[in-house]
């Protein structure tokens, strides 16, 4: 079993839908959840990052962790074209040790 | 202002060729990390640099990856003998404190080099 586990995809999805992306994980002393969006031919940016469990709002993201359950999401409001890219989940302990990825779900938004 | 830079942008080499790879960070920013992101993959970690020295190097595959960051800015990533399975894109990132001093210090990546090994 991967450490970190991300359906792969792809998603595709009409504009102004509600976009759901989960990770799964199974490491209980990750304590850092972020999430970072990555164009084609790109590298990573960092959308949010969440500490332990709970709910984080920013804009149309929201981040949602579940440490009981070992499952994080990301959920995206109102999806527009330009947020078509691959979506990746990262995680790591105390002090960034062991950060992980996981592998990404590519995402398309259908205009 | 500018971002975190890389070069070259592709690499093409034969096997067993010696490579090296550059990687420009943010100016100030005295963390440096390097991955490796496979086809479908997302990044696998390498090494981090906190200045010059590296604070974790336990991502490196084996002793033909080596890397250095002499002056705590620009850093060299240095693979021996190359092999077909080393081809993937190499992504540097860098942040202004580093995750060993900040749990979520934000990193901030170039766009890679493609490295492809026939």
């Known amino acids: 079993q991967k450490e970190v586990e991300q359906d792969p995809g792809p998603l595709s999805v009409p504009e102004g839908a509600i976009v759901s992306l989960n990770c799964t994980y199974s490491?209980?002393?990750?304590?850092?959840f972020m999430w970072y969006r990555q164009y084609s031919r790109k590298g990573p940016e960092l959308l949010m990052y969440t500490y332990s469990s709970g709910n984080k709002e920013d804009g149309r993201f929201t981040a949602q962790v579940d440490k009981s359950s070992k499952y994080i999401s990301l959920f995206i409001r109102d999806s527009q074209p330009s947020d078509s890219a691959t979506y990746l989940c990262?995680?790591?302990?105390?002090?960034?040790?062991?950060?992980?990825f996981g592998p990404g779900t590519r995402l398309s938004v259908l205009p | 202002g500018a971002g975190v830079s890389q070069t070259p942008s592709n690499k093409v080499t034969e096997k067993g060729k010696y490579v090296e790879l550059r990687c420009d960070p943010i100016?100030?920013?005295?963390?440096l990390y390097w991955y490796r992101q496979s086809l479908g993959q997302g990044p696998e970690f390498l090494i981090y640099?906190?200045?010059?020295?590296?604070?974790?190097d336990s991502g490196l595959p084996n002793d033909r990856f080596f890397a250095v960051r002499p002056e705590g800015s620009v850093s060299t990533l240095k693979i021996q003998r190359t092999e077909r399975g080393d081809s993937a894109v190499y992504l540097c990132a860098s942040s202004l404190l580093g995750l060993a001093r900040h749990s979520t210090d934000t990193q901030y990546f170039g766009p890679g080099t493609r490295l492809t090994v026939l």
């Open positions: 490491n209980s002393a990750f304590q850092y």
């Open positions: 990262a995680m790591a302990n105390n002090y960034g040790q062991n950060f992980v």
């Open positions: 100016s100030g920013h005295t963390a």
């Open positions: 640099f906190q200045g010059t020295g590296a604070a974790d």
